[in-house]
């Protein structure tokens, strides 16, 4: 068993670690995101990528460039996966297809099984707030007030 890990759930259970990431610029989504990497590994986690969107000052408004960016544009996730035994990376579109859409997704605290909003799967480019409010839901998201 993973040491971070409850002892009630069977080992061979897989688990996910979501990324919401800011609305900052590049270098703190950047140095949010490495920190996500190394936690989802160092506790056995599935890191699940979120959707390509817009970073601020990453556009130039030209419409024949690319506008919506994800963080395979700028990280080599598949070869990190390759070199780092038990490092995990998906999609958030994956995630949601493979474990959202088949009812594997219940509200933390209720066990109603809640789907995506409208039943969506894409999120690349579309606003992401609804996904991540339901995220929320279906995740363990200690409460945290830094100026309380």
């Known amino acids: 068993m993973h040491p971070l890990n409850d ?3 069977p080992d ?3 688990r996910f670690l979501t990324f919401e990431p800011d609305h900052g610029g590049w270098n703190n989504i950047r ?3 490495e920190t996500a990497l190394v936690m989802s590994h160092a506790m056995g986690r599935t890191l699940v990528l979120p959707p390509e969107q817009k970073i601020y000052l990453l556009q ?5 460039e690319k506008k919506d960016f994800g963080f395979n544009d700028f990280f080599h996730l598949d070869a990190i996966s390759v070199e780092h035994k038990g490092f995990k990376v998906i999609t958030m579109e994956e995630f949601l297809v ?3 859409m088949q009812g594997k997704m ?4 209720t066990n109603a099984t809640l789907y995506p909003p409208n039943k969506q ?5 579309a606003h992401t707030k609804p996904l991540f409010d339901y995220l929320r839901k279906i995740g363990n998201t200690p409460h945290w007030e830094p100026w309380d």
């Open 106 to 109: 219940v509200e933390y605290g």
């Open 12 to 14: 061979d259970t897989e």
């Open 98 to 100: 493979r474990e959202a």
């Open 31 to 33: 140095m949010a995101m």
């Open 7 to 9: 002892p009630y759930t």
């Open 60 to 64: 130039n408004g030209k419409n024949s």
């Open 121 to 125: 799967t894409s999120w690349d480019g």
